[in-house]
């Protein structure tokens, strides 16, 4: 069992960047990979980035490579994502997920193979 809190969201101006963190209460090991979603009003919540969490390995959507970058530093069992060159369209509830389920060492991006998360912190880019 885990237990995620995120934090960092806000509001920037579009080329603007911004660090979410995730808090991870419990033992990263228990989980396969974790991730980063969003969701904006109206939409589908999808993946942004995904990392699993013994290997490293890291997963983007096309929409967001080369400007995020997902990291784990389990010394403090925390989970950042690391956003530049931020554009409206980035504008979102973030959300911070777990994985205990091997589906996400065939489909890493799929949300619906994510079975923890956190309540979410809100990301605004302005034009």
């Known amino acids: 069992q885990v237990q995620l809190v995120e934090s960092g969201g806000g509001s920037v101006q579009a080329g603007g960047s911004l660090r979410l963190s995730c808090a991870v209460t419990?033992?990263?090991?228990?989980?396969?990979?974790m991730g980063w979603f969003r969701q904006a009003p109206g939409k589908e919540r999808e993946a942004v980035a995904t990392?699993?969490?013994?290997?490293?390995?890291?997963y983007y959507d096309d929409s967001v490579r080369g400007r995020f970058t997902i990291s784990l530093d389990d010394a403090t069992n925390t989970l950042y994502l690391q956003m530049s060159s931020l554009k409206p369209e980035d504008t979102a509830m973030y959300y911070c997920?777990?994985?205990?389920?091997?589906?996400?060492?065939?489909?890493?991006?799929?949300?619906?193979?994510?079975?923890?998360w956190g309540q979410g912190t809100q990301v605004t880019v302005s034009s």
């Open positions: 997920a777990a994985s205990s389920t091997r589906d996400i060492l065939f489909f890493p991006l799929k949300t619906d193979n994510y079975n923890y």
């Open positions: 419990g033992d990263i090991y228990d989980t396969y990979g």
């Open positions: 990392i699993y969490t013994t290997i490293g390995t890291t």
